[in-house]
């Protein structure tokens, strides 16, 4: 025991800066390493919820019929569209979206498809997306939905399943069947034969929907014009 008593503390030697550094780095580099994570990750999930960096559409228009449009004629009328409409959500640029729910058809698994579309479409009219309407079978359609707006701009009533006065077809309405559209390659879904993209669209229905409450889509008072340019001169 004696023998130490002499022996004297070691002096506390003083670190310089860099050796401060990575002491400090040594012991807390984890804690930063997953604070920085966080705060990534909820920096992330606030972008996506203010719907940054996203392409928001100032025109919506669900397509319901049996098969997939190729992709390619999509494009071309959602530019042909968007050249009639204007910016309304003020992002520098006009753009439209074709929301596609194909119901499957005549295929065998049609029914889970259809039921699985249905879905779909219930999703996009409680969230108020889509404005305008572009349908193989506007009857079932208004059956199923009841909400299409007739074309002089009033509400059927509750118990109507009247659907004539609610649509005009395609090839009745001159500023749509004159859209350049491009030509089919035979290749995309339910395409059999090469021609006019046009030729797709020539028995479909364009119609709009109707508001009873004061819930509407977006940019509506825009929506109501860019329908009155498409349904100028039609056919009724």
């Known amino acids: 025991m004696w023998k130490y008593r002499d022996v004297q503390p070691e002096e506390q030697r003083e670190l310089t800066p860099e050796q401060k550094r990575k002491n400090w780095w040594r012991y807390h ?25 996203k ?23 959602e530019g042909a569209l968007a050249a009639m409409g204007e910016d309304c959500n003020g992002d520098g640029r006009t753009v439209v979206r074709l929301n596609q729910y194909a ?19 219930m999703a996009d009219l409680k969230a108020l997306d889509s404005y ?56 995309g879904p339910g395409q059999s034969l090469s021609g006019p993209a046009q030729s797709l669209f020539s028995g479909m229905y364009i119609a709009r929907r109707g508001f009873w409450s004061e819930y509407t889509c977006d940019h509506v008072q825009a929506c109501d014009a860019l329908w009155d340019a498409i349904i100028r001169d039609a056919k009724s």
């Open 29 to 53: 580099k984890w804690h930063l390493l997953i604070g920085v994570a966080l705060a990534v990750a909820a920096a992330g999930i606030l972008a996506n919820m203010l719907g940054v960096g």
């Open 55 to 77: 392409v928001r559409p100032d025109y919506q228009i669900a397509y319901v019929g049996a098969a997939r449009l190729p992709d390619a004629t999509v494009e071309a009328l």
């Open 132 to 187: 305008f309407f572009l349908l193989e079978d506007p009857r079932q359609f208004q059956l199923d939905y009841h909400i299409l707006r007739r074309l002089d701009g009033t509400l059927p009533g509750e118990t109507e399943t009247g659907w004539e006065d609610c649509c005009l077809r395609w090839a009745d309405c001159p500023t749509l069947a004159n859209l350049a559209l491009g030509e089919l390659d035979g290749s």
């Open 103 to 121: 119901t499957g058809g005549t295929d065998a698994s049609s029914p889970y498809y259809g039921a699985a579309t249905s879905t779909k479409v």
